[in-house]
């Protein structure tokens, strides 16, 4: 599987079979964190150029395609909002964003919308501490497996593990974040 992924980053007809077989998960993945349809369209882009650059590192024993994708999409995620805190820093006036046609802005209004609950299940959960928040969306949310939550973090699966059942018994009160909870 390793020398698929590292064909996409050669292989055109490679890398539109992975971008098509994975765009509509990492598009809601990201409208579920930004409610910006110009900042999510640039950073769907902006994962599939990471792609690019990154195929060379997946490893499919460490997990699933899409648990890789996820990883790099928190950190372009995480990117951009480090790129954007620094811009309102520098200026109240946010410019340069590429235009998108109606089209575009009405289908990605569209995925954002579709996106609210889970938008407000965040809200809901944005006490928790960062790594149980972080663990707790991929495997609820996103539902990756604990392994697979463990490899986009960058963490030991048995420190996911402890994380997500201390963010399961802080917010066991809200049904809709322990729904399909995998136990």
Known sequence: MRRKQAKIATDPVAFDAFYRRHVDAVTRFLARRVDDPHTVADLVAEVFVAVLDSAHTYRADLGSEIAWLYGVARKTISAERRREYRRHQLTDRV??????????VARLEERIDAERHARQMFTAIAELPKGEREVLELVVVDQLTVTEAALALGIRQSTAKTRLHRARQTLKALPLVMEGTPG
Not at 97 to 103: A, F, G, P, V
């Open 95 to 104: 410019g340069g964003r590429r235009q998108l046609d109606t089209d575009d």
